[in-house]
C-alpha cells in the first residue's frame, strides 16, 4: 500500500509535468522550435489567476485570468518576435524564447516582487481510502487538468482549425497548397500553447508556491517528458508527464530522494537510445 | 556597414580607456577604505537583505563620524547577490577588479558564501559572512583565515536543536533537511549531540529543493512515527511540507531554524498550519549599549525594530569589528588587520560598544569589542557562538519562551 500512495503522489506531480510538455509539444510540432519560455508562461500564468484570486475569491476566476491572459501574451510573443523570426534557424528561435522568457521574469519580479506568495485556500483533510490518502484539492486540480486535456485534444480534433492546426504539423508546404492560412493556425497555436501553460502554471501555484523563478525550474522536466513522449505528439507529452511523475515517486524507497530526479533522465536517455523517435512520435526523414 | 581604420582606433582608444578606469578610480581612493557590500537584497534573502545593506552603510557613517580608521574614510560599494551563488560570483568579481574594494561583507546564505570565498581568498581580501554551513570554518573554503562568520554555525543550530528536543522531553526525533550544506548541516549537527546524549533519530530524510511536492518525502518520515521532526529548510520548501504535513492529519511537533519558521510562514500557510511549532534563531546581544546603537540605527533608516532583523545587527558589528582591526593595524594591507581582528574582539581587555569609545579605548591598550549580534568572540576558525532564542508559534505569534546556550 505504500506504493500505491506513492503511485498517487506521482500522478498528481505527472499531470503538472505533461500539461508543460503539452505546451512545448504543440509549439514544437507546428512552429518548430523548442519554446524555452514555456516556463516563464506558466509563472506569467500562476500571477495571473493569483492577482485574480486575489481580487475575486474565486480559484475559478483565477484559472480563467491564467487562460486568458497567459494565452494574449504568448500571442504578444508571437506576433511581437517569433513571426518575425520564422524563416530564421532553429537556434535563433530558442535564443529569442529564452530572451522573451528572462523578460517575463524580470517584469513579474517588478511588479509582484521577489518573495513567495501563495494561494489561500482553505486546507483539508484527505479522503482515506484503504491506506491511501488522497486530498480533495488534488481531485480538483486532477479534474482541472483532465478537462484541460480534453478541451485541448477536442480542439485539435473536433474543430476546423485543429485539423488545420494538425496539417501544418504533418507537412507544411502541402498544408499551404492546400489553401490553409498559416498566420490564422499560428494566433490559434500560440493562443492555445499559452493557455495550456497558463493552467499548468496555475496548478503549480496552488500546489507550490508562487515566486517569478517557479516555471523556469519547471522547464527541464517538462522538456524531458516532451521529448520522452516524441515531440510533437500531443498525447505522447501526457503519457510521458505521467510516467516521469509515476516513476519517480515510486522510485524513491530503492534510490533515495536525492537521486529521484537523476532517475527522470535516465529513462529518458534509455528510449532515446532504444526508440529515438520517443513513445509516440513519428519517424521523420531529413530535410 | 562599413568600418574605417580612423574608426577603428577611435574605438580601440575608448575601450583602452574604458579598461584603464578602475586604475584611475583607484588613484583617487587614497584616503578610503572601500568595501563591498554583498546581500541578499532579491532572492529567498530578501526580507532581511536590504537591512542588512542600510546598516552595513550606516555603521560606517558611524566609523567615519569618528574620524575613520587609520585616518582613512570607509567607502560602501553595494551590490546584490539575488540570494544565487552565480550572480553573487559576477557581483564579487565586479567588487574586486573593478571597484577594488579591500574586503566584501554581508553574504547570506551557505551556497553563497562558498562561492564568494574562493574570489576573496585569490585576491587577498577579508569576507565577512552570516552563513551556517560547517564548511565555510575549515579549508578549502577557510585555507587564509581570512573569512569570519557573525551567524552561528549549522552545526551549533544542530546542538541547540538537540537541547530543546531534551528540554521538551522528546523521545523519537526524525530529521528533513533540504540538501546543501546548510540543510545537512542543521540536521547532521542535531544527530550528533543527540546521539552523544545517548538517544537514537528515527529518520533521516533529505529533500531536494524546487520540488512540486515532498509527499512522498513525508510519507517516509511519518512512517517511522516521529513525536517531533527536526528541520534544516528555507521558507519555500516548508511552505510546501507544512501544507502536506496538516493535510495528512498525523500529529507531530516540529523544530525548524527561524529563517524556514519565521513570521512569512505563518503569513503563506495560516496560523492553524503551524501553531506550535519551535522556531529557533540566534537572538542578537540585546541588553549590551552596542545592540541599542544598532537599534536606534535601524529604527531611523528602516523604521522596524532592531529585534526584526537578527542579520542586519551582524553586519553592523561587521563594520565595526573590520574598522577596529584597520584603526588598530594602523594601515590598510589586509594581512595586518586580518592579525588583529581577534585582538579587537576577543578577551582579555576593556569592553567596548561602540566605534567612538572603541578608538579611544585603543590607545591606551587592549580592547574586547562586545557586538550588537553577540558578544563576538571569534574561535580558530573565526566562528562566533551567539545564544539562541526558542520561540513558539501561538496563535500566528511568536513568542520566545527561553534562550538557549550552548
Avoid at chain 1, 483533510?125 to 487538468?145: E, H, K, M, W
Avoid at chain 1, 493556425?185 to 503549480?204: D, K, R
Avoid at chain 2, 560570483?89 to 553574504?107: P, R, S
Wanted: charged letters at 15%; glycine letters at 10%.
Amino acid at each position: 500500500m505504500f506504493y500505491a500512495q506513492l503511485l498517487v503522489n506521482g500522478l498528481v506531480q505527472g499531470l503538472v509535468i505533461g500539461l508543460a510538455a503539452l505546451s512545448i509539444t504543440l509549439v514544437f510540432g507546428i512552429a518548430r522550435f523548442p519554446n524555452a519560455a514555456t516556463g516563464d508562461f506558466m509563472t506569467f500564468g500562476a500571477y495571473a489567476a493569483l492577482s485574480a484570486h486575489k481580487a475575486t475569491g474565486s480559484i475559478a476566476m483565477g484559472g480563467l485570468a491564467a487562460i486568458i491572459a497567459t494565452g494574449v501574451i504568448s500571442l504578444l510573443a508571437y506576433l511581437a518576435v517569433f513571426r518575425r523570426l520564422a524563416e530564421r534557424s532553429v537556434v535563433a528561435l530558442l535564443v529569442a524564447s529564452i530572451g522573451i522568457a528572462f523578460f517575463i521574469r524580470a517584469v513579474l519580479g517588478v511588479a509582484f516582487g521577489h518573495s513567495q506568495q501563495v494561494f489561500q485556500v482553505p486546507l483539508s483533510r484527505p479522503y482515506v481510502f484503504g491506506s491511501v490518502r488522497i486530498t480533495p484539492l488534488d481531485l480538483q486540480l486532477a479534474a482541472v487538468a483532465l478537462a484541460a486535456l480534453a478541451l485541448v485534444f477536442a480542439i485539435l480534433y473536433l474543430t476546423p482549425i485543429g485539423r488545420q492546426m494538425r496539417a501544418v504539423a504533418d507537412n507544411r508546404d502541402l498544408a499551404r497548397v492546400s489553401g490553409i492560412r498559416p498566420d490564422r493556425v499560428m494566433i490559434a497555436l500560440w493562443l492555445l500553447a499559452g493557455s495550456v501553460a497558463g493552467v499548468a502554471g496555475m496548478m503549480l501555484g496552488i500546489k507550490t508556491i508562487v515566486t517569478p523563478e517557479f516555471g523556469w525550474e519547471m522547464l527541464l522536466p517538462a522538456f524531458t517528458a516532451a521529448i520522452l513522449g516524441g515531440i510533437g505528439s500531443p498525447v505522447g507529452a501526457v503519457v510521458a508527464g505521467l510516467i516521469l511523475g509515476v516513476v519517480q515517486e515510486v522510485s524513491t524507497p530503492l534510490v533515495g530522494f536525492t537521486y529521484k530526479i537523476a532517475l527522470a533522465f535516465i529513462i529518458m536517455l534509455a528510449v532515446l537510445l532504444v526508440r529515438p523517435r520517443g513513445l509516440f512520435g513519428r519517424l521523420e526523414g531529413a530535410r | 556597414m562599413t568600418y574605417t581604420r580612423r574608426q577603428f582606433i577611435g574605438t580601440l582608444g575608448a575601450t583602452t580607456a574604458l579598461i584603464g578606469a578602475p586604475s584611475i578610480l583607484r588613484a583617487q581612493s587614497q584616503g578610503t577604505f572601500r568595501i563591498g557590500a554583498l546581500c541578499p537584497v532579491t532572492g529567498s534573502g530578501s526580507p532581511f537583505g536590504s537591512g542588512m545593506q542600510k546598516m552595513i552603510i550606516a555603521a560606517a557613517e558611524a566609523v567615519n563620524a569618528a574620524g575613520g580608521a587609520a585616518g582613512r574614510k570607509i567607502e560602501i560599494v553595494s551590490e546584490d547577490t539575488q540570494t544565487n551563488p552565480q550572480a553573487a560570483v559576477l557581483a564579487a568579481k565586479k567588487l574586486i577588479d573593478v571597484n577594488k574594494v579591500q574586503a566584501i561583507l554581508g553574504t547570506w546564505s551557505s551556497g553563497v558564501s562558498l562561492a564568494v570565498v574562493p574570489l576573496t581568498n585569490d585576491a587577498n581580501i577579508i569576507l565577512m559572512n552570516t552563513s551556517g554551513a560547517p564548511a565555510l570554518s575549515v579549508p578549502p573554503a577557510n585555507a587564509k583565515g581570512l573569512s569570519y562568520r557573525f551567524q552561528a554555525t549549522n552545526d551549533r543550530f544542530g546542538r541547540a536543536f538537540a537541547e530543546i528536543c531534551e528540554k521538551e522531553g522528546f523521545k523519537r526525533p526524525a530529521t528533513m533537511a533540504f540538501n546543501n550544506a546548510s540543510g545537512i548541516g542543521n540536521t547532521e549537527g542535531f544527530r550528533k549531540a543527540w546521539e552523544a546524549k545517548g538517544h537514537k533519530v528515527v529518520e533521516n530524510v533529505v529533500y531536494e529543493p524546487n520540488q512540486p511536492t515532498y509527499r512522498s518525502e513525508l510519507q517516509k518520515v511519518l512512517a517511522a512515527n516521529p513525536d517531533v521532526i527536526v528541520t534544516g529548510s528555507y521558507l519555500a520548501d516548508t511552505t510546501i511540507i507544512m501544507r502536506e504535513w496538516y493535510q495528512s492529519g498525523q500529529p507531530v511537533k516540529w523544530v525548524m531554524p527561524g529563517w524556514a519558521a519565521s513570521p512569512d510562514l505563518v503569513k503563506a500557510v495560516g496560523p492553524d498550519v503551524v501553531e506550535g511549532v519551535i522556531s529557533v534563531d540566534s537572538v542578537s546581544n540585546e541588553n549590551a549599549p552596542s545592540y541599542k546603537a544598532y537599534d536606534e540605527a535601524y529604527r531611523k533608516v528602516t523604521g522596524q525594530p532592531g529585534q526584526s532583523n537578527v542579520y542586519a545587527a551582524m553586519t553592523w558589528d561587521m563594520v565595526h569589528a573590520l574598522a577596529l582591526a584597520i584603526e588598530a593595524a594602523n594601515g590598510t594591507d589586509t594581512a595586518a588587520i586580518n592579525a588583529k581582528i581577534r585582538e579587537v574582539s576577543n578577551p582579555a581587555g576593556q569592553q567596548v560598544y561602540t566605534y567612538a569609545e572603541a578608538k579611544e579605548a585603543l590607545k591606551k591598550g587592549k580592547i574586547n569589542f562586545e557586538g550588537a549580534s553577540s558578544v563576538l568572540d571569534f574561535d580558530q576558525y573565526g566562528d562566533v557562538t551567539p545564544d539562541f532564542g526558542v520561540f513558539f508559534i501561538e496563535g500566528g505569534q511568536l513568542n520566545r519562551r527561553y534562550v538557549v546556550k550552548i
